[in-house]
């Protein structure tokens, strides 16, 4: 089984909105996808999934439940080292726009960081 970074991300704008935002982050455009994925895009060596809801609960700590949407980074080569640079730039590219609050983990074990949205 293959260990992926994910961003869990509490939106709480309209999907066009977070699809864009998260399409400018990663570089690339989120396209409607079939089945459990909502949206996809493919960024130079990885799979960049998005998916509006998920059902992970609470665990070892993270608080799964507080954010309602995954967004998931895969390395086509199964690239540890190059899929948690993708994760951490696409990450830091949401960071600053300040309006999600987000969590970034690792094999949905480890947080690796975190943070809040702007108020204002």
Do not use: W
């Not at 998920?54 to 700590?61: I, K, T």
């Not at 086509?76 to 309006?99: C, H, K, P, S, W």
């Amino acid at each position: 089984m293959s260990s992926y970074h994910c961003i869990f991300i509490q939106p709480g704008h309209p999907v066009a909105k977070v699809v864009e935002d998260i399409s400018s982050a990663c570089g690339a455009r989120l396209v409607p996808c079939s089945g459990s994925i909502d949206y996809c895009a493919s960024v130079s060596h990885a799979a960049i999934d998005f998916e509006q809801s998920h059902e992970y609960e609470d665990d070892l700590g993270i608080p799964f439940q507080s954010y309602e949407s995954v967004i998931t980074i895969r390395d086509f080569d199964r690239d540890m080292e190059r899929q948690g640079l993708t994760a951490a730039r696409i990450f830091r590219n949401l960071v600053v726009l300040g309006t999600y609050s987000l969590v970034l983990v690792f094999d949905l074990q480890r947080v690796l960081d975190s943070a809040s949205a702007r108020q204002g």
